[in-house]
Nanobody, 120 residues
Framework: QVQLVESGGGLVQPGGSLRLSCVASGSFSDIYGMYWYRQAPDKQRELVASVNSAGNKYYADDVKGRFTIARDRAKNTVTLQLNNLKPEDTAVYYC??????????????WGQGTQVTVSS
């Protein structure tokens, strides 16, 4: 059974920073792309950043220059450094990953989410 577990959310003032982490555990042979999504109240879940198996990174326009995604393949982790946070960054942040569970099977998994609140 594969699990993604996030940590690192919290309450921070505007302009502050947080570092989110996500670790994959369980039985699998490889992880393809790793992603961070977020969902604010009454809004659709949106992609924030991603890193694929080749290390190529993507950022949504409104987080470019403020957020940094990083991946450690040896530790099966992905982190998201959030800098210069704004109130509009308030949301539940979810880790998402494509994972190979057997030679002929792969699937996408979600973490349980971690709350980020930016408020003075």
């Amino acid at each position: 059974q594969v699990q993604l577990v996030e940590s690192g959310g919290g309450l921070v003032q505007p302009g502050g920073s947080l570092r989110l982490s996500c670790v994959a555990s369980g039985s699998f042979s490889d992880i393809y792309g790793m992603y961070w999504y977020r969902q604010a109240p009454d809004k659709q879940r949106e992609l924030v950043a991603s890193v694929n198996s080749a290390g190529n990174k993507y950022y949504a326009d409104d987080v470019k220059g403020r957020f940094t995604i990083a991946r450690d393949r040896a530790k099966n982790t992905v982190t998201l450094q959030l800098n210069n946070l704004k109130p509009e960054d308030t949301a539940v942040y979810y880790c998402h990953a494509g994972i190979r569970t057997s030679p002929i099977a792969s699937a996408f998994y979600w973490g349980q989410g971690t709350q980020v609140t930016v408020s003075s």
